[in-house]
């Protein structure tokens, strides 16, 4: 069965301190990956995603995400990290509908906390 | 383009009562997804639907919920005779009809049982 791990369930940084968010996956084809950010109280905001192609993804916000097929893995990262950062972020694979994406499963989620 | 638009953003429902969310999906998307937030959890998938049609069904629980969305108007999920476990924030996403395109999320309604 499909299925995403998050395995950190809290991190707190420091402002300017680098960042990584562990996402593994389980999927028995080519796997449509994405990671979302959420802010208390509000929708999911898509910071990047992953199809095809370069197994280095570039999002918004500075953030960027590494497939490694072999591994099994879609962290994120984000070299220097920003108060406003702060928020709970969800890594999620795509099930394929014959190239159409069709639903998403989440992670349950990392909360990541920000110290000044 | 606005993007997806769930209403309302917040509902209170007495328990045995009905609750119907609203989606309207972005200009142009045909595909829609519901999806349930518990508190503490991540988003769990409910249904897939496009127009008049119920994709995949797989996350709906088979009793008192059901889901539609039809030719003209925007997609509902109603939840009957609402149990305070139902309490939860359901957020709908809506995508193209093309490859490689993600759905955009609304902000979701928070649904609270009393």
């Known amino acids: 069965a499909q299925s995403v791990t998050q395995p950190d369930i809290h991190i707190t940084v420091s402002e300017g301190a680098s960042l990584e968010l562990r996402c593994n996956y389980s999927y028995g084809a080519t796997p449509y990956l994405f990671w979302y950010v959420q802010s208390p109280g509000q929708g999911l905001q898509l910071l990047l995603k992953?199809?095809?192609?370069?197994?280095l993804v570039q999002g918004i916000k500075g953030f960027e995400a590494e497939f490694k097929r072999s591994q099994s893995s879609f962290n994120l990262r984000k070299p220097s990290v920003h108060w406003s950062d702060a928020a709970e972020y969800f890594c999620?694979?795509?099930?394929?509908?014959?190239?159409?994406?069709?639903?998403?499963?989440f992670g349950k989620g990392t909360k990541l906390s920000v110290k000044p | 383009n606005a993007g997806v638009m769930q209403n309302p953003r917040h509902l209170v429902r007495r328990r045995g009562q009905e609750a119907r969310l609203r989606c309207s999906p972005m200009?142009?998307?045909?595909?829609v997804y519901w999806y349930r937030q518990l508190p503490e959890e991540g988003l769990k998938f409910m249904v897939y639907l496009q127009k008049e049609n119920i994709i995949d069904e797989s996350g709906m629980p088979k009793e008192r919920f059901s889901a539609e969305f039809p030719k003209e108007g925007p997609s509902i999920l109603r939840i009957q005779q609402v149990v305070r476990g139902d309490s939860a924030a359901y957020f709908c996403?809506?995508?193209?009809?093309?490859?490689?395109?993600?759905?955009?999320f609304g902000q979701g309604t928070r649904l609270t049982v009393v």
């Open positions: 996403a809506s995508s193209p009809n093309r490859i490689n395109t993600e759905a955009f």
């Open positions: 999620a694979v795509g099930i394929n509908y014959g190239g159409s994406q069709g639903n998403l499963i």
């Open positions: 992953y199809f095809s192609g370069d197994t």
């Open positions: 200009k142009g998307h045909s595909h």
